[in-house]
Structure formats: C-alpha cells, structure tokens
C-alpha cells in the first residue's frame, strides 16, 4: 500500500511515520523493482528500523508546533549476555492547530499518531517483527467559513491503522525468507460549510506476502515472491447546487475485492562489481475483472569509471482500477487495468569524496486509464454542455509523460552540505474518442513544467547549525474546462472548451533554521528556531468547483492560500 500520511486539502501531507524511525527511504520514480505490485507510476520504499539493542534510550522534544516522545532499548538476553530483540516506541501531537488559528492561515490542522516496534529472535535463523500505528487527523476551516463555496470542505477527518508482523528465517547462508500478515484501514469523512456531507468512506486490506532470496551464485541472486490481498472500499462523493437542494450524487461504490500475484527476479554483476544486471517479470489477477497481467522489467548499472555510473531501466507496469470504480454505478466490472511503459536513464559523476552529479531522463508511456469522458461542464460548438446525469467511466484515456533532472549535492559533517536540483516535465493526456464525446488532448491535472529545490546547511561551529530550504515550482493547472476574465481587480471564472488550459500561481517558499546544541556524556540538548514560508509568499490551491450557470456559462470556484509565514521555537532531549 502507500506509503501513509496525514493529508490536508492543502495539496500537502505530513508522513505518519516518524523520521528517527525511518532505516531507509527510497524513490523509485519509474522502471521500479518487479517485487513492487499494483502501480503504474512511481513507488516509495520505506523501511524503519529497530530499536537499540544495546541500550536503552529517550528522546523528547516540543515546539511551537508539536511535540514528539521516542523510547527503545534491548528485549530478553541470551545466554552471552546479548539482547534476544529491541522494541521502540514514538508518540507525536501537533500543536498546528493552535498556531495556525491565531494567524491569517485559512484553516486549521492538527494531528496525532502513536508507533511501535517489536523485534525478537527466536532462534539465531528465525526473527519476529511486529510493527503498528495509529493515527489521527482533522482540518478546520470556520475562521474562512465566510469564503468558502457551497462544495468546499469546512472540516474533515481521517483515521489510519496498520498493523505488520514479519517472520524473518535464515535457514542457510545463502537463503532467506521473509513473510509478511499485515491490516490497514483507514476511514475519512469531510463536510461542507452546511454540515452536509461531502465525501467520506471507508478502506481496509489483508495482506500475505512471502518472498526468497537464494544466492546460487556470489555474484547470481535470485528472488521470488507472491503476495494476496483482501480489499475492501465503501465511499461517497456528492455535489450540491445550493446549500438546501438535494445533493448530486458524483460516485459512490460499496465491495471487496481479492488481488493476488507473484514475481521472480534474477540479478547478475561482474567486472569486479562494475556491472549489474537485473531482469524479471511480475504476474497478477483480479477478483472482479478477471484480467491477469503479466510486466516484465529489466535493468542495468555500469561503472564506465571509477567516477562516473550509468543506470539504465525499463519495465511494463499495471494497476487494477479501485473497487470504488469497479463497483460505481458508472462503471463496470469489465474494466481493463492501466498500463504503463517506463524507460528511465541517469549517469552519476563523482566530483570528488563529497560531492556528485547527476542528470536522469524518463520517458513513460500510459494507457487504459479509467476516465469519465462526459463528467464536466464545459463549452462545445459555442454551447454550454450539461453533463448527463450517467457519467460512465471508459478505459479512454491515454497519457505521455517525458521530462528530466539535474541534481548536484555535497554532503558533509562539517562546515557546508547541500544540494540544488531543477527538474522539467511535461505530461500530456488525450481522451479517447466515446460516444457523444469528441477525443481532446489536455494537459495532466498535476503537470508541472519547472521544479527547483535548494537545500543548504552550514555548521557555524561544532554545536551551532544553520540551514536554509527554497522550493519554487510552476502552476499546476486548475482542473476542469475553466478560463478566466479579469475586471475591476477580480478574477471571474466561465466554462471553456478546452481543459486544464488554466493554471494557478507558481509555488514558492522559503524556510530557514538555527540549532544550537549542548553535549554531555549521558545527554544531548538541542535549542532551535526556525521560519515557515520566510517571505510570506501567497501560495494558492484550487480548493472547489462549486457550481456553474447554464446560460452565462460563468463558474463558482474556490481557489485559496495556504499557511503565511510561521514562526517556531522548540527543544529536543536526548539521553
């Protein structure tokens, strides 16, 4: 499943899981490992630790605007005197939403989660791991109530749980099994400034995996794998007209589904390590389709020197509509499953111990995609066009996506690290031609032509630390037939022909942050400060589309800002 966090309506999200739990995170932006299943563009992996083994630990820290506990230390000993396991516990609760209501911000968020870690050895070749988390999240916009369009969200909440117990056995050196039982759920509701309900729905999974890595070959390892899983979806979308009428009712779906496959990925290196080559396929089905896929994917990593890699990577990925589509009354179980085509290349130069370059190219080919071709309003033949009251879904869309980025770092413990990146892209959709609908090509609700991201860290002295982040991206278009007129200082918004032709302001912000710390032999303290959104940059959001006239073809929409500057002050206890 995906990797959870808390979402706003914002377009941000602040990760469930706690940094100093995290062992590893990795982003495989396309031509991903075979292992991953039911995704068509990209995957994040991440993977969080154990806790100390060796002794026990606490960490404690407060701010403005939140506050965090963490606790781990060694479980049982063996008959050496060497821990049989370790367990690790973090709580967190935000104070966002007393801050956020005693300044401009157009809403307030808060949020609260609880994680645990158990690992123990049973045998030195057999290991358990259970690892759960719980969480809560809610938004609140009555201090913008005023502003708000009949379709906006005024407050909203969200509940995810997720529980994984992994044996981990080891019955030679040269093979090791790893089986995962896992559930997730998680529950969401939002309201409209009415207290109508809006959106809401429930989700939950059981999962069985079990993968093997067999190393026949030093230099040869093999890995299989299978996987199944139970879902079950119950959603809601509605739309109103105005804030007494009876609502339209966008979607709703109620089912469960079974998804099981299975994979086997052979890797090879030579040339002294200079070379890896990996290639595999992965094989999937349906309960409610009924329509297997096969995805095979291939990879290869060559040091052409000691200083410069070159990665190259393709592979043909699928993913199965959700339940919540299979099972709408606008579609159908004889939906296909999208289908994706990735070729990805990058070379890496080493400048140096502590500094690198690297410029990647992707290229991702997308098709099937489930789309409502005759959903929104919009302009045709100079007329305004009502959408039926049966938007059917239809495998119609296709997508292309190319782009590219460069990234330079330097990373050191002392005096200057950081890296500076720019990526393009452009991802462009056309619609298939459906009955009574004519095929047109637009631009992705998420394109974003330019990103730039500036992160640097500058250590003053062995306790003082100063550091600085500026991310700046191009407008994401609005999405829907939209264009607009201004007049009089105001923006009004009336239905177009062509969509996502309209987009919003360029994203920019600017955050800065001092740490100060005192050591001792037993503990650590650290002092910080820091500003969100320095130069108090006015970043807008497409919020809602609320209604439309008919005769005017002029459109009710509301486009909002996220949170002003923030200023925070906060402490961490290490011992």
Same mark, same amino acid.
């Given at each position: ?7 706003? /309506? ?179 509701? /939002? ?174 080919? /997308? ?77 992705? /609700? ?130």
């Amino acid at each position: 499943w995906e990797f959870p966090s808390h979402r706003g /309506d914002l377009g941000y999200s602040l990760p469930k899981v706690v940094g100093d739990m995290v062992e590893s995170m990795e982003l495989h932006k396309g031509a991903f490992p075979v292992r991953f299943a039911d995704s068509s563009a990209g995957v994040l992996d991440v993977q969080t630790r154990d806790g100390s083994a060796s002794s026990t630990m606490f960490r404690i820290g407060a701010s403005s605007s939140s506050a965090t506990a963490m606790a781990e230390g060694p479980l049982g000993r063996a008959s050496g005197g060497k821990a049989k396991g370790s367990w690790l516990v973090a709580l967190r609760k935000s104070f966002l939403q007393y801050v956020l209501s005693r300044t401009s911000a157009p809403m307030v968020f808060d949020m609260e989660d609880a994680q645990a870690r158990l690992s123990y050895d049973l045998t030195p070749k057999n290991t358990l791991t259970l690892s759960v988390l719980e969480s809560y999240s809610n938004q609140d916009q009555s201090n913008n109530k005023a502003t708000l369009g009949i379709n906006s969200v005024l407050k909203a909440g969200y509940h995810y749980t997720l529980g994984n117990l992994a044996w981990r056995y080891s019955p030679t050196t040269k093979l090791l099994i790893v089986s995962h039982a896992a559930w997730m759920r998680e529950k969401h509701d /939002d309201t409209t400034p009415e207290a109508l309900p809006l959106v809401g729905g429930y989700y939950g999974e059981w999962v069985g995996t079990s993968t093997a890595a067999w190393m026949w070959s030093e230099q040869a390892p093999l890995e299989v794998g299978w996987q199944v899983r139970r879902v079950r979806n119950s959603d809601f979308a509605n739309q109103y007209r105005n804030a007494g009428g009876l609502p339209r009712v966008l979607d709703h779906a109620n089912g469960t589904a079974v998804q099981d496959g299975g994979y086997a990925q052979q890797s090879w290196s030579g040339g002294t390590g200079r070379v890896r080559l990996t290639a595999g396929a992965r094989w999937d089905d349906h309960s409610i389709d009924r329509v297997a896929t096969v995805s095979p994917q291939a990879s290869a990593a060559i040091g052409l020197t000691n200083t410069t890699r070159l990665q190259l990577g393709w592979g043909e990925c699928a993913q199965y509509p959700e339940i919540s589509v299979f099972l709408s009354p606008f579609g159908n179980r004889g939906l296909l499953p999208m289908r994706s085509i990735h070729t990805v290349a990058a070379a890496e130069q080493r400048l140096g111990q502590r500094t690198r370059l690297r410029v990647e190219a992707y290229d991702r080919a /997308d098709r099937d995609l489930p789309f409502q071709p005759s959903y929104d309003p919009r302009i045709v033949n100079g007329q305004v066009f009502n959408p039926p009251s049966n938007p059917l879904y239809y495998n119609s869309l296709r997508g292309h996506s190319r782009g590219a980025e460069i990234f330079l770092q330097r990373s050191s413990a002392n005096r200057f690290t950081g890296w500076i990146s720019y990526a393009y892209g452009k991802t462009t959709m056309r619609d298939g031609a459906v009955p009574g609908v004519a095929a047109q090509q637009f631009p992705s /609700d998420y394109d974003q032509r330019h990103t730039v991201n500036v992160y640097g860290g500058f250590r003053v002295r062995p306790t003082v630390n100063l550091s600085a982040r500026t991310s700046y991206g191009s407008g994401f278009p609005m999405p829907g037939y939209l264009s607009a007129y201004r007049y009089g200082g105001y923006d009004y918004y009336f239905l177009a022909p062509t969509r996502n032709e309209l987009r919003l302001s360029p994203y920019l912000r600017t955050d800065v942050r001092v740490n100060k710390s005192w050591m001792h032999a037993r503990w650590k303290f650290t002092l910080y400060g820091e500003v969100i959104n320095l130069t108090n940059h006015g970043n807008y959001y497409f919020l809602s589309f609320n209604n439309y006239n008919s005769q005017t073809s002029q459109v009710s929409i509301t486009v909002d800002k996220t949170f002003p500057i923030l200023p925070s002050a906060g402490m961490l206890l290490e011992w």
